[in-house]
């Protein structure tokens, strides 16, 4: 059975939506196109548990779901999907009941003497392929939540003993090459090349037991040994930097950011995103989104539900809450959902008949696709001065605006404008309303750089104006160049000399909120603002720089040059770059290198990957999808994975 993803309501609350009501009170949002946030990636779902059952449905009724779940235009549009390698329970263990019996996915290496058996898995796995090929432009991480079980302490994939850590403490490196091994047959066999492995899954909740309903592993401690271990696995079997690590799905922001603090350096360096659950720690949205990006990582909200709703607020209006928090206080880079068809009304978009093979959507669905329909990947968020709204600027050259109301009056806003200097002259506008619907009404009108609407109660509505245009121009933060000399005081200058075996601090400021991404002699680099050379010699003279990128999105540069007297190594002007040439016209982007071997990546000015290769030979052409006209920061690396080369290039 198909649905349609449009209900129809009666013209008369059709046309009542969006009338303005002169008593009402009005609230102006600025909109500011000057203050650019993260380029989001999608929204998007786990597969387990929901995906296992609904792979043995038939190839018929199982596309109809999967279509309703990809196509942005009459579905959901998700882009984002998580894929869940199994542990595999002990035999004689039947306990793994949630989700209909779903939670029971079968792991690859079902014992530890044993062969890998890769037919397991067929009805999750038959979803992930065929999702591969619906969706336009995917991204698939693989996330696991638990070490198969001939790894575990207990000998159980739900839990340790009382909740306890329960990964062997010598199976660091199995469990390791089990997951890449796992990732390196789904790209050679599967076609699914996964960007990040998740090795953990609400790592330090403390609720994962032995004999539990579902797997689950606690992994509190070690967390940086753990992913030191899949790096270096994913990179001996040549899966790395295509696929990194993502880590570490906390169930509470505030344990992400903790964990995170207390990550070593080796381990940022295979980490490509920061995940994490928002079911709690909410406070700590902007905190984790701050460290995250001065060691520039994006965030991603890898799943989220109802776990700790309180309150009557009806539940698609509380998660349409959820999502613009997270988006605006935590930046996240996608959005990803828990479960898609949970046995739970709270929980899921649609309601799932496994015997029938039949589904329904419910009233979640309608509010999750009138996000995801119109914020679509590459939209880069801006600012909007309402904690109830978000705005977007779209890759089609469209302005995008969500504004959610779950309050029981109607609310008034007018969008201020005035930051464009082009705006289309009238708005495609959609409402989700209850008990559930997505309805298309009639066009608004933009009057001169302002929008005028009013929200109805318990409502979702969505405004995109096409054609609009904006200068962009940030305001950089001024860069002061601080440095210190041994045990001296600091001093403003960018050209230093000091004696050899002396120590250099560098340290410019603004040292609140921002990013900085330093390269030097001798293959230096760091994502630290502050850092000390000790003992220096002639090898490490040369000239340090950084690029710093605030809040905003808006970039400062500072180059320091630092000689060292040193008779055995005098100081020699730096060779050029790596990079001899540089073309970038409206349809491609080229660029030659001095050297074979690299990779070469781009970033938005945000320090979001927008593209990432290895350079065999000395030129490539980068491909113009999804790289828009504007700035980036093009970064290449060796084969050791230093950064040799960083500058800012346009795109015209």
Known sequence: M??????????????????????????????????????????????????????????????????????????????YFRYNIGGGDQPGHNHLTKGDGGAAVPGYKPSENGSYDWNADASQRVVATTLAKMAKDPIFEAFSNSPPWWMTNSGCVSGGVNGADNLKTDYYDDFADYLSEVALHFKKEWGITFR????????????????GDQ???????????????????????????????????????SDALNQFKGYSEEALSYIFQVNTHSYSGYDSRAGLFNAAFAKNKKVVQSETGPLHKSGDENIALWMAGLIIADIRDMKASAWVDWQLGDPAENWRSFALDHSKQT???????????????VLRPGSRIIDSDNGNT????????????????????????????????????AAKV????????????????????????????????????????????????????????GNGGWNEQTEVNIEKGDSLRIGPHPWEVGRWIWSGPKDFSTTNREFILRNMDGTMS?????????????????????????????????????????????????????????????YDMQGVIVYHARVNGGHITVPNQGITRGRYILQVRNNRGQVVMQKTIAKR
Request: charged content about 20%; overall charge neutral.
């Open 359 to 373: 589904y329904k959507p419910n009233a979640r669905y309608y509010m999750h696709a009138a996000f995801s329909r």
């Open 2 to 79: 198909q649905f349609s993803n449009v209900s129809i309501i009666t013209s008369v609350l059709v046309v009542g939506l969006l009338i303005a009501a002169p008593a009402m009170a009005q609230t102006t949002v600025v909109v500011d196109p000057t203050k650019k946030y993260q380029t989001f990636e999608g929204f998007g779902s786990s597969l387990c548990w929901w995906a296992v059952k609904v792979g043995a449905w038939n190839e018929t009724n199982r596309n109809k779901l999967l279509g309703a779940i990809a196509d942005p235009d009459t579905g959901l549009g998700y882009t």
């Open 215 to 253: 797997e689950g592993c606690g992994f509190k401690n070690n967390q940086s040994k753990m992913i030191v271990e899949l790096g270096k696995k994913l990179k001996e079997k040549g899966l790395f930097p295509e696929t990194s690590v993502g880590a570490a799905d906390e169930s509470n922001i």
């Open 390 to 425: 978000l705005a977007a600027l779209r890759g089609d050259g469209a302005l995008v605006l969500i504004v959610r109301n779950s309050g029981t009056a109607d609310a008034s806003y007018n969008f201020d404008l005035s930051g464009f200097d082009k705006l289309g002259t």
């Open 430 to 485: 959609n409402v989700f309303a209850l008990p559930g619907s997505l309805t298309a009404v009639s066009d608004l009108s933009v009057t001169g750089k302002s929008l005028a609407i009013t929200a109805k109660a318990n409502t979702v509505t969505t405004f995109v104006i096409p054609s609009v245009e904006a200068n962009g121009q940030c305001t950089p933060s001024d860069i002061i160049p601080y440095v210190k000399i």
């Open 542 to 602: 040369g000239h340090y720089k950084a690029q710093y990128t605030n809040a905003v999105g808006c970039e400062s540069s500072v180059d320091f040059k630092v000689i060292v007297n040193d008779a055995e190594y005098p100081y020699v002007e730096p060779a050029d770059t790596p990079l001899t040439n540089l073309t970038t016209e409206k349809q491609r982007m080229t660029l030659d290198l001095l050297q074979q071997q690299r990779y070469m990546t781009l």
């Open 196 to 211: 990040t492995v998740e090795p953990f899954n609400e790592p330090s909740a403390g609720w994962w037991k032995a004999n």
